[in-house]
Each structure stands twice: as structure tokens, then as C-alpha cells.
């Protein structure tokens, strides 16, 4: 980041970036499968042959590919700032600024469907010419450019109306190539699509008293959007466009009790726009249903700020209840051969609704805490097409409804992947070295939360039980705060943890009512530990 004061009045800053990533991702080791399992229904491939060496248990992190699995990407792009403080006359004090992004994103994937290094597709000899077995795999690319351009007008702070105005543009650019297959699932598809904002806002705070404020915010907004899908499969093309204004705000009142304690009440309304869902099943009954419609949300908070024993202590503590029209989450399905598909659904009524707590101490000189406590109720109000969970019966509660989808009435369920509590617990101790020009520091953090359920469908195969992680740290850093040297172990009792659960026997058949699980690893899902080296200049 450069910044250059132009003249006493201009400052321009510019913040250009670059990123680029090679990662392996995605894979999902199986946990449990039904004894006596053959691949795709194959007799020459028992389960026994296709995952010899994989120990099938709750914690096995090992899969057979012959393909990578994970993605590479990189971003460029850069930010200009200018800001010019007004000097005199009737905009004494004021603020303007010009904000511009450009940001290029491109990424280029790689999957390994079919979770196995076995030459099945020997066995389909339509699909693959003689020889030749590169297994079901996915590759692709997908490309974002976005750019966007802001002007703001803000006022000067010593005065009892203080406010906030300006224009906003924000423009995205998005395609998609995928070539999933040769046989599995196959695919082959080139989608597009475009997204342009439009906004107008002001937010302004007014001191009624010397302890009173009143805040008060509006925002206008157009979106448009457009898009064109092919799939090259079957030579079909779908395209489509749409727009739509929406209005947002923000109302509220603060009260300083003391110099030390603030309580606040606020609403706010949210808005996210209309989307396109451009997945592998698109098709002409997908296409009559877009765009998958507009969330809105209206949001209640009810809170305390404060500073405690001379600033010794923070104490913050916010109650909220939120309502969410049109809910837009994804949703997971396993197709018959294991293969996930992931798509975009629209929930009728969502509500949640509780407590955060977070606070920080500084108990001595040397030692400080910090925590944060939620609980979130979070339930679905009106969902009644949902999802039907795999092998889910009539008695159940899925049934088929005149579109012969598979379907149910979410009503009063939990959204998923909400845990109910959640907290966390830190602290750090730092400690001079004795004959050395650096501090010493030790820090341990503590994290936990309540069971969730994974799926939307209440699948009771991808509930996750509760869990609590442990991190600690040790380190020195020189006092003229320049260099920092930090050693970490992370989960350090070795606590396993998925990032998602799967209800399917990946690809596996052969028995009658034949059950399998997955799971999805993070790095944190086991003990790993390393340095990391801090340098400001």
C-alpha cells in the first residue's frame, strides 16, 4: 500500500495485490459402508479390492485417486483511493472520496469423481476407447472480474449532525467451464453471467442530548442481471436477464449512561438480490424457475457497549432477532453413483434469534484474557417443498409432490449448520527474556460448539456431535515491535471435526438397503503445527 500526499488537502492511496494458490481440496474419506459392496454395481470391483488399504472407520482420513483433486487460482487487481478534505467556505471540514477496484480472478480445477484408482471404465467399453482409462474426473475453470467505484461524502466529526452520503457501482463478469465424466455423471457445460448495482445511501447520527443519538440510514438500490448457459452435451442453449430495485435502512437510538456504558437499540432491513443457479442439471424446467428469488431480512439488536474498571475491562452484550424472507442456502443431494450435486434453494421464512457476549481484561500487565459466548435459535418458519434426505420414507415425512419431486415441510426445523451455543475462551501472558532485547509471550485458546446438523433435510446421518478445539502458541518479539517470531500447535489434543458430512455409499451398490457415510476434513480436523514469521517495516 502507497500513500501520497498529493497537497496539503489530497491524499492518494493505492493498494495493489496479488495472490496465488495451489491447493488440494475436496475429497471426502469414507467413514462407514455396508460389508460386501461392489463399485457401480461391478462384481470384478468388490469394495475389498477397490478400497484395499483404506481402514473404513470414524476417523479415516485416506482415499484412493488417480486424478488430483483441488484447484489452482491466482488474483490481481488493486485498489485507488483519493480523498480531498474541504478547506474553508460551506464544505469546511468535509470529506470526499473516490474509490475504484479492479479485481481479476481465474481458477483452474481439477476433481476426481469416482473416489477410486480402479480401471472401471473398462467395464463400460462405449464410454472409453480401448486402452485408454483416465477414470471420472472433473475439470474446469472458472473466471470473476469485478470492478467497482464509490464516491462518498463524509462530515466533519465535532458537530451534533454528522453524516454519510454516496454513489456506488458494482459490476461482475463470471463464467464457468465444466467437463465432468467420460461416463459417471457426464457433463459438459459453458455458462455466463453478469451482475450490476446500482446504489444510492446516506446514514447520518444526530446528538439529541449530550447523552442521546439518534441514527438513521437509507439505501437505494438497482441490481441487473443476465445469463447464457450451454450445455454441449446435448447442443442446448438457455439465456435470460432480469433487474430489480430494492430499499434497505437503518433506525436507531444510543444512550450514553456514563462515559464508561452505552446501551443501543437499532433496526435494520437487509436485501440480497435475485440469482442464477448454473449448475450441471440445468435444463429447460431448471430455466423456468429462474432467478431464484430475492432475500430480504428485518433485524432487531438490543445491546450494551462498555468500558469497565478503568478501561481494564470490555464488555459487550447484544440480543437480536432476525427474519429472513426468501432465504437463499445451499443444498446438498446424492445422486445414485455417490456423486455430490450441491444446489441453490429458497427458503420460505427463517428466523433467528439470541444472545453474543464477547468481552477482553487485561488482569495484570503482562496477562490478558479475552472470550465471546453466542446462543442462536435459528428454525425454518415456512419451508413447505424442501428437500427430502437420502432414503428418507412417506412415514418420514418426504413424499412427491405434482412436480415429482421429492420433497417435505421443513417447518419449525433447525437451520443447519447453526450450532445452538457456541464460546470461546483466549489469553496471552507475556514475559521479558532475561540478557535479550526481546519479550517472551505464551497464549492459549479454547473454542467449542453445540452439535449441528449439516443438512438442511434434517438427515440424521450428518448430525455432528459437539466439540471443543485447543490452540497454543509461543513466541519472542523485540520491544520496538518490528520483529515477531510465533511457534503454534493447533487442535493440539488432536480433536476431530468435520467441515461437512455425507449420507452415501459413494458409488457403491450391490446390497439391499446398503448404507455409507463420508466426511469432509479441514486442516484444524487434525493436530498439525508450524512457525510463522512477523515483519513490519
Given at each position: 500500500k502507497v500513500e501520497w500526499d498529493a497537497t496539503d488537502n489530497l491524499t492518494v492511496?493505492?493498494?495493489?495485490?496479488?495472490?496465488?494458490?495451489?491447493?488440494?481440496?475436496?475429497?471426502?474419506?469414507?467413514?462407514?459402508?455396508?460389508?460386501?459392496?461392489?463399485?457401480?454395481?461391478?462384481?470384478?470391483l468388490p469394495?475389498?479390492?477397490?478400497?484395499?488399504?483404506?481402514?473404513?472407520?470414524?476417523?479415516?482420513?485416506?482415499?484412493?485417486?488417480?486424478?488430483?483433486?483441488?484447484?489452482?487460482?491466482?488474483?490481481?487487481?488493486?485498489?485507488?483511493?483519493?480523498?480531498?478534505?474541504?478547506?474553508?467556505?460551506?464544505?469546511?471540514?468535509?470529506?470526499?472520496?473516490?474509490?475504484?477496484?479492479?479485481?481479476?480472478?481465474?481458477?483452474?480445477?481439477?476433481?476426481?469423481?469416482?473416489?477410486?484408482?480402479?480401471?472401471?471404465?473398462?467395464?463400460?467399453?462405449?464410454?472409453?476407447?480401448?486402452?485408454?482409462?483416465?477414470?471420472?474426473?472433473?475439470?474446469?475453470?472458472?473466471?470473476?472480474?469485478?470492478?467497482?467505484?464509490?464516491?462518498?461524502?463524509?462530515?466533519?466529526?465535532?458537530?451534533?449532525?454528522?453524516?454519510?452520503?454516496?454513489?456506488?457501482?458494482?459490476?461482475?463478469?463470471?463464467?464457468?467451464?465444466?467437463?465432468?465424466?467420460?461416463?459417471?455423471?457426464?457433463?459438459?457445460?459453458?455458462?455466463?453471467?453478469?451482475?450490476?448495482?446500482?446504489?444510492?445511501?446516506?446514514?447520518?447520527?444526530?446528538?439529541?442530548?449530550?447523552k442521546a443519538t439518534l441514527i438513521g440510514g437509507v439505501r437505494l438500490n438497482r441490481q441487473e442481471i443476465d445469463y447464457e448457459f450451454d450445455n454441449l452435451l446435448l447442443n442446448q442453449h438457455f439465456d435470460g436477464a432480469d433487474e430489480e430495485d430494492a430499499v434497505t435502512g437503518r433506525a436507531g437510538i444510543q444512550y450514553q449512561w456514563t462515559p464508561e456504558v452505552m446501551t443501543f437499540l437499532t433496526y435494520s432491513s437487509g436485501y440480497k438480490g435475485q440469482a442464477y443457479d448454473l449448475v450441471s442439471t440445468f435444463n429447460a424446467r431448471i430455466a423456468a424457475q429462474m432467478p431464484v428469488p430475492h432475500e430480504t431480512a428485518d433485524n432487531y439488536e438490543i445491546g450494551v457497549k462498555s468500558t469497565l474498571f478503568d478501561r481494564r475491562l470490555y464488555l459487550n452484550a447484544t440480543v437480536f432477532n432476525a427474519d429472513y424472507y426468501g432465504f437463499q442456502t445451499s443444498v446438498t443431494s446424492?445422486?445414485?453413483?455417490?456423486?455430490?450435486?450441491?444446489?441453490?434453494?429458497?427458503?420460505?421464512?427463517?428466523?433467528?434469534?439470541?444472545?453474543?457476549?464477547?468481552?477482553?481484561?487485561?488482569?495484570?500487565?503482562?496477562?490478558?484474557?479475552?472470550?465471546?459466548?453466542?446462543?442462536?435459535?435459528?428454525?425454518?418458519?415456512?419451508?413447505?417443498?424442501?428437500?427430502?434426505?437420502?432414503?428418507?420414507?412417506?412415514?418420514?415425512?418426504?413424499?412427491?409432490?405434482?412436480?415429482?419431486?421429492?420433497?417435505?415441510?421443513?417447518?419449525?426445523?433447525?437451520?443447519?449448520?447453526?450450532?445452538?451455543?457456541?464460546?470461546?475462551?483466549?489469553?496471552?501472558?507475556?514475559?521479558?527474556?532475561?540478557?535479550?532485547?526481546?519479550?517472551?509471550?505464551?497464549?492459549?485458546?479454547?473454542?467449542?460448539?453445540?452439535?449441528?446438523?449439516?443438512a438442511l433435510s434434517q438427515d440424521p446421518r450428518t448430525i455432528h456431535k459437539d466439540y471443543g478445539i485447543t490452540d497454543l502458541t509461543l513466541g519472542v518479539k523485540d520491544r520496538d515491535g518490528r520483529y515477531k517470531l510465533t511457534g503454534f500447535v493447533n487442535n493440539a489434543f488432536d480433536e476431530r471435526f468435520a467441515q461437512g458430512l455425507g449420507n452415501g455409499t459413494s458409488g457403491f451398490s450391490g446390497v439391499t438397503g446398503a448404507l455409507g457415510s463420508t466426511w469432509t476434513v479441514p486442516r484444524a480436523g487434525f493436530r498439525y503445527f508450524g512457525a510463522r514469521v512477523d515483519v513490519n517495516f
Open positions: 492511496t493505492l493498494a495493489p495485490r496479488f495472490n496465488r494458490n495451489e491447493s488440494t481440496c475436496c475429497v471426502s474419506p469414507i467413514t462407514s459402508l455396508t460389508p460386501g459392496l461392489f463399485y457401480q454395481g461391478i462384481t470384478q469394495a475389498s479390492q477397490v478400497l484395499a488399504g483404506i481402514p473404513i472407520g470414524p476417523d479415516n482420513r485416506y482415499v484412493r485417486n488417480d486424478y488430483r483433486s483441488g484447484g489452482d487460482s491466482e488474483v490481481a487487481g488493486g485498489t485507488v483511493r483519493l480523498d480531498y478534505v474541504f478547506d474553508g467556505g460551506l464544505m469546511d471540514g468535509h470529506t470526499l472520496s473516490s474509490i475504484s477496484s479492479l479485481d481479476n480472478y481465474r481458477m483452474r480445477d481439477y476433481q476426481d469423481i469416482d473416489g477410486t484408482d480402479s480401471h472401471f471404465l473398462l467395464y463400460f467399453p462405449v464410454a472409453s476407447p480401448s486402452g485408454i482409462d483416465s477414470g471420472a474426473v472433473i475439470n474446469g475453470y472458472f473466471h470473476a472480474k469485478s470492478n467497482t467505484q464509490e464516491i462518498r461524502l463524509v462530515s466533519p466529526d465535532a458537530t451534533r449532525l454528522r453524516y454519510v452520503a454516496g454513489l456506488w457501482y458494482a459490476h461482475n463478469d463470471l463464467d464457468r467451464f465444466l467437463d465432468r465424466g467420460p461416463i459417471l455423471s457426464q457433463s459438459r457445460y459453458y455458462a455466463a453471467s453478469t451482475n450490476t448495482n446500482y446504489s444510492l445511501y446516506t446514514q447520518a447520527t444526530y446528538d439529541l442530548t449530550d446424492t445422486l445414485p453413483d455417490g456423486t455430490f450435486l450441491t444446489f441453490l434453494n429458497s427458503v420460505g421464512h427463517l428466523q433467528t434469534r439470541g444472545l453474543e457476549i464477547d468481552w477482553a481484561a487485561r488482569v495484570t500487565e503482562n496477562l490478558s484474557l479475552n472470550g465471546a459466548f453466542a446462543y442462536t435459535d435459528a428454525t425454518v418458519q415456512d419451508f413447505p417443498n424442501g428437500p427430502c434426505y437420502n432414503g428418507q420414507t412417506l412415514a418420514q415425512g418426504c413424499y412427491v409432490d405434482s412436480t415429482n419431486s421429492r420433497v417435505q415441510d421443513l417447518k419449525g426445523k433447525r437451520l443447519n449448520n447453526v450450532p445452538e451455543y457456541k464460546f470461546n475462551v483466549g489469553g496471552q501472558y507475556e514475559f521479558a527474556v532475561p540478557g535479550l532485547p526481546v519479550d517472551g509471550f505464551v497464549g492459549l485458546t479454547y473454542r467449542w460448539q453445540d452439535e449441528v446438523n449439516f
